[in-house]
């Protein structure tokens, strides 16, 4: 099994860089999303409104989603090689391919730049705003550009290496448990007066398990900056300077790593909800973000994944070698 979990998974990331996510086809994590909402209406009826309340249901809640999202793949996968090894390695490869998303997030900032090229900073806000939780009404141009960047140099980590790095140790099931590790910081990791406590568990956890995954993303990141055409040196430079940076311990990595080799500077101040959010800036003002730095960045997620590919399953094969 653990050889066609190995093929399944290289399949996989082929699919995504080709296919990605059709449209049309409900995904695992809206299900997953589905399942969050569901549980977390449950679980607020059951336990007090007090702090120690809901931090309590939202533990119950990360643990439920976690074992869930893992027994579900896993009894699909046991079937499937009951049936026949051919039947599981097409499912296994399906899976991989959901679990990863280089081609979802290609494509969704590539909308942006679009809109950009299209002089339509409405339709760019509105574009924008699908894959960013900050403000975007009052966006400019440079502003949109910049949060189509960090979205893509910070996703490269969350949405690329880190599911990357979770199937090469676990095939699909640890995948999945991953991805709704991820889906419940996005939904509950808020830090306002409705999730401030409930979400705590997820907001923490998501940052355990992004840890390792995030430093190895900017590493390979940086390998990417040389093979892409970009400043190498720089990527570096900054990344050692300006990784510590961000409010998170994980984002600011491969963001730090994306402003250096493109050249620009990221973050700094945005609104969420409508309220202003102080936060500082990582890379140097060398030059003002310009469209053409979301598909570089796209080049650089592309490149940086494929090393990663490499890398990752060298040290599988060599597992078991």
């Known amino acids: 099994m653990y050889r066609y979990t190995t093929i399944s998974i290289f399949a996989g990331v082929l699919l995504d860089f080709i296919v990605g996510d059709p449209h049309g086809i409900m995904h695992p994590v809206v299900i997953i999303g589905k399942m969050i909402n569901c549980l977390e209406a449950v679980l607020r009826r059951i336990f007090p409104d007090t702090a120690g309340g ?63 090229m299209e002089r339509d900073i409405v339709k760019a806000r509105r574009c924008v705003s699908m894959i960013v939780g900050r403000d975007t009404d009052s966006l400019d141009e440079a502003g949109v550009t910049r949060a189509a960047v960090e979205t ?45 406590d409930f979400g705590r568990t997820a907001a923490r956890m998501d940052d355990v398990w992004n840890f390792i995954p995030s430093r190895l993303a900017a590493v390979f990141m940086t390998l990417a900056s040389f093979f892409a055409g970009f400043d190498g040196k720089n990527a570096w430079r900054i990344f050692l300077r300006d990784r510590q940076k961000s409010s998170s311990p994980n984002a600011g990595q491969t963001e730090a790593v994306c402003a250096g080799a493109l050249g620009v500077r990221l973050l700094g101040d945005c609104r969420y909800f409508g309220e202003l959010h102080h936060k500082e800036t990582v890379g140097d003002a060398d030059r003002e973000p310009e469209p053409e730095d979301i598909m570089r960045a796209n080049r650089l997620l592309y490149v940086t994944v494929i090393l990663a590919a490499f890398a990752f399953g060298a040290l599988r094969l060599l597992w078991k070698w």
């Open 54 to 116: 809901k931090r309590a249901a939202g533990t119950l809640l990360w643990v439920m989603v976690v074992l869930i999202s893992c027994a579900a793949p896993a009894a699909v996968l046991y079937a499937a090689w009951r049936l026949h090894p051919a039947a599981y390695c097409v499912i296994a490869s399906v899976m991989c391919c959901q679990i990863m998303a280089t081609k979802a997030l290609k494509d969704e900032s590539g909308k942006v730049y679009q809109a950009l």
């Open 152 to 196: 893509v140099a910070e996703n490269t980590s969350d949405g690329s290496i880190a599911p990357l790095f979770y199937l090469m140790l676990g095939g699909p099931v640890l995948g999945f448990a991953y991805k709704a590790v991820n889906t419940m910081d996005s939904m509950l990791g808020y830090k306002n007066g409705k999730y401030l």
